[in-house]
């Protein structure tokens, strides 16, 4: 399994810039999302526990159900289903005020299955690629959130 973690500083509120994360359809202002719906609404809150995500990314297909939510701070997730497949046993994102702004960790713990050599594909090809995704997700939330289109931190 390999661990994945984004960090960000948005400039915007903690409670806005948990909103905008939650709520997984904003995923599509990045190049890399082609569509993401609610499946399920959650207990509590649309994005809640409970709520099922269904995103469709050029990198493959999930459905993802939300496992604790507690906003503005933090909401975890797990990948039932994907295609390609993967094997996936946390998702989690966080949000702390900063003089910044929120800081966001964006965290996810993952292996492509193989019939050998799963953690060296994981660690070499996936986890650049989520990477990657992952920070023009919060690329996308920043210019958002406070118009910044160019800032890459």
């Keep these: 399994m ?24 904003h995923y599509t202002r990045s190049p890399f999302v ?5 499946a399920r609404p959650g207990a509590g809150a649309p ?4 709520a099922v995500r269904l995103h469709t990314w050029l990198i493959g297909w999930f459905r993802e159900r939300i496992t ?3 906003a503005p701070y933090d909401f975890d997730y797990v ?22 702004g929120t800081l966001v ?8 299955p193989a019939p050998f050599g799963a953690d060296a594909i994981t660690r ?18 920043d210019a958002a959130l406070t118009g910044n289109r160019t800032s890459r931190r």
């Design 2 to 25: 390999e661990t994945v973690t984004i960090r960000r500083v948005i400039a915007a509120p903690i409670a806005d810039v948990f909103e905008w994360c939650a709520t997984s359809t």
């Design 124 to 141: 070499v090809l996936a986890k650049p690629v989520i990477t990657h995704v992952f920070g023009n997700i919060l690329a996308a939330a």
């Design 47 to 50: 994005y809640g526990v409970g």
């Design 79 to 100: 990948v039932d289903r994907s295609f390609p497949p993967a094997r996936h046993e946390l998702g989690r994102m966080t949000f702390t005020e900063v003089a910044e």
């Design 68 to 70: 604790a939510y507690n």
């Design 105 to 112: 960790v964006w965290t996810t713990v993952c292996q492509v």
């Design 34 to 38: 082609l569509r993401a719906r609610l």
